[in-house]
């Protein structure tokens, strides 16, 4: 299945030297992040953004799209939802930087909620290393896996509201610890006043790490 997809072309209407890549939440769809590339493509003016819609209908609501049903939290749904989301993620990457002639390390990958979950379980089981994952309100399903499933140790951007009642904090703080356990390089930021949303200063956080690892001054 080809996901589709909201994009917007460089900037600078050149050919693409990097690929950045949004993952939307639960219920909503590839739209509601493609707007973060107006932020974006002022620093990044040869990056091509894509927010694909998740392969499934949202099961609780007549309107958007799901990587998995959350009718079932239990790890073990979790766990089956993540892996069948996982090859469509990867199959659609796969074209994308077919399509665009780019590497792995020209990809960046920013997902929200699900979609953050979605994106650590995904590229650190791919077996070359992205640029960059930045997870913002989300979380690691079932971390203890990672030390056998760890495949790539790209840089990861944790970004998490204190306020956070849809995906409570305590679940980055356990990310971050068994992230850096395993030797990744990441870095975890926290926001005392912030609820299950983006926020300016996340965004802020995001392009500085995007241009320090597209190597950009």
């Known amino acids: 299945m080809m996901l589709n997809c909201p994009e917007r072309t460089p900037k600078s209407g050149k050919k693409p030297n990097q690929l950045i890549l949004f993952l939307h939440g639960v219920g909503a769809s590839g739209d509601d992040l493609i707007d973060i590339a107006s932020s974006l493509e002022e620093h990044f003016p040869d990056a091509h953004f894509i927010s694909p819609n998740a392969p499934y209908a949202y ?28 090859p469509h993620l990867n199959t659609f990457v796969d074209h994308q930087l077919n ?10 990958v920013i997902g929200f909620s699900q979609g953050s979950m979605v994106a650590l379980h995904t590229f650190l089981r791919r077996p070359k290393p992205i640029a960059l ?12 896996l990672l030390e056998k499933e760890l ?5 990861i951007l944790l970004l998490h509201g204190e ?33 299950h949303n983006i926020n300016q200063e996340e965004i802020a956080e995001t392009i500085q790490a995007l241009k320090e690892k597209f190597l950009l001054a």
């Open 59 to 86: 099961d609780m609501a007549p309107f958007g799209h799901q990587w998995f049903s959350l009718k079932d939290t239990s790890e073990q749904a979790l766990l089956k939802g993540l892996n069948n989301a996982m």
């Open 99 to 108: 399509r665009f002639g780019l590497a792995e390390q020209n990809l960046a």
């Open 133 to 144: 994952i930045v997870g913002l309100s989300g979380m690691v399903v079932a971390p203890h």
């Open 151 to 155: 495949q790539s140790k790209p840089y």
């Open 163 to 195: 306020k956070d009642q849809i995906l409570p904090v305590k679940h980055i703080r356990l990310a971050s610890q068994t992230l850096k356990r395993l030797g990744l390089d990441i870095k975890t930021h926290i926001y005392p006043d912030l609820e």
